[in-house]
């Protein structure tokens, strides 16, 4: 699976450099062009010349050659790898990618990188057990990147517990899995993401709390399950950095919904995970309305339902997941949905549980099929629950 495949190996500052020689060793026998970034702290844990002997490209360490001026290029080294594997990741390496600091070769390549990022951290269990380094994991995982989680064991300090960097032969396990994903290769996704704004006049809208962060962590998701995502995003701070995720930016429910019929007919599987506006005004102010008397009437009328629309318009190869954000009846009303839009999935999450719902990084699922069948998630990142949810439609899906 990691035949021809381009790695980025980082290596950090940690007793644990030692282990990144035989990761070399394993990655190149097994087919990979591994190119090696060590930071300053690595060079008094092993050596360039071992891993560049190992690797058989030459060790970068620094942005240029004094000698000669030779510049190595971290834009071309982040466009270069098919992915960038931090290994072992110190507690400062991890501190400075998660605050954005470009201090030296490794993190301006990890910057410049349009590929996955996989981080396997190394150090002593007091280290990774802090406050601020959990905090700095949890920031690197909610910009998509991914960890390997250590070992518990003995360490370097004599204590025992987690901190150990997985071995060699269990990170390329982990590899050849990743790489051997694809399961929705050459697939046509849809993906509705964010809110949308329903302009009441030229400044001021109707809206809700939707960040996008869910829609485009689930575009994400599919997108590395080998995918080809038509992303059509409502307002979002939220980007994507994949090739194979075109997004497709609206402002308005009608707006959304003229895009998502443009594209529906061509797509194997659709997950309607924007929080789409029920109501917008009847009318819309050429000019701003200024405020007159103590109140403000609004005839509000109903927006085009898209998901209810395009269940009616399903083809029978065709695999509709919708969304289900309730305060009351959850399960109830989420099962009726399934009926009344023609889903073959839906996802619940309810307002009633801690850290799910708007504005959150994390979020908590249940997932009910067609059959009234529940599968319950704990709560996770919205990456983690992006990955359940992809996973599942992976495991229903018959298309």
């Known amino acids: ?75 071309d080294l982040g466009l270069w790898a098919d992915l960038v594997l931090i290994a072992p990741a110190s507690a400062n390496t991890i501190a400075k990618m998660a605050n954005g600091y470009c201090d030296n070769l490794l993190l301006a390549t990890y910057l410049s990188a349009k590929c996955p990022v996989l981080i396997a951290p ?21 910009y998509g990147n991914q960890f390997l989680d250590p070992d518990s064991g003995e360490l370097a300090s004599g204590l025992v517990g987690a901190g150990r960097m997985q071995e060699p032969e269990e990170i390329l396990a982990y590899l050849n899995s990743y790489f051997d994903a694809g399961k929705l290769k050459g697939k046509k996704v849809l993906v509705t993401a964010g809110p949308t704004y329903e302009a009441i006049d030229p400044v001021r809208f109707i809206g809700n709390k939707s960040t996008g962060k869910m829609g485009y962590a689930i575009a ?61 005004p009847d009318t819309v102010a050429d000019q701003k309305i200024k ?70 990084d994390t979020n908590k699922i249940s997932i009910i099929d067609k059959n009234n069948k529940i599968e319950n998630f704990e709560l996770k990142t919205k990456h983690e629950v992006a990955k359940d949810i992809v996973n599942t439609i992976i495991n229903v899906y018959k298309g």
């Open 1 to 75: 699976m990691l035949h021809g495949k381009k790695i980025v190996l980082g290596v950090c500052g940690s007793i644990a450099a030692y282990k990144s020689a035989l990761l070399i060793r394993l990655l190149t026998k097994a087919g990979a062009a591994v190119q090696v970034i060590m930071t300053d702290a690595a060079l008094d844990f092993i050596t360039p010349l071992t891993l560049s002997t190992l690797s058989k490209n030459p060790v970068l360490n620094k942005f240029s050659h004094s000698e000669t001026g030779e510049w190595n290029n971290h834009v």
């Open 122 to 142: 190394a150090m002593d269990l007091d280290m990774y057990a802090h406050k601020s380094t959990q905090d700095n994991i949890e920031k690197l995982k909610s």
């Open 220 to 280: 994400e998701a599919m997108a590395n399950q080998g995918a080809i995502v038509e992303l059509v995003s409502g307002p979002s701070h939220e980007v994507v950095n994949n090739a194979q995720i075109a997004v497709h930016k609206v402002t308005s429910a009608e707006e959304m919904y003229n895009k998502c019929i443009d594209l529906y007919g061509e797509m194997d599987i659709a997950v309607f995970s924007a929080a789409v506006a029920d109501y917008k």
């Open 291 to 360: 405020k007159d008397g103590n109140a403000l009437d609004l005839k509000l009328v109903k927006t085009q339902d898209i998901a209810a629309a395009l269940g009616k318009l399903k083809k029978a190869k065709q695999f509709n997941v919708g969304f289900a954000l309730e305060t009351e009846n959850e399960q109830r009303n989420a099962q009726k949905k399934i009926e009344a839009k023609n889903f073959d999935l839906i996802v619940l999450n309810s307002l009633n549980d801690k850290g799910a719902g708007f504005g959150h």
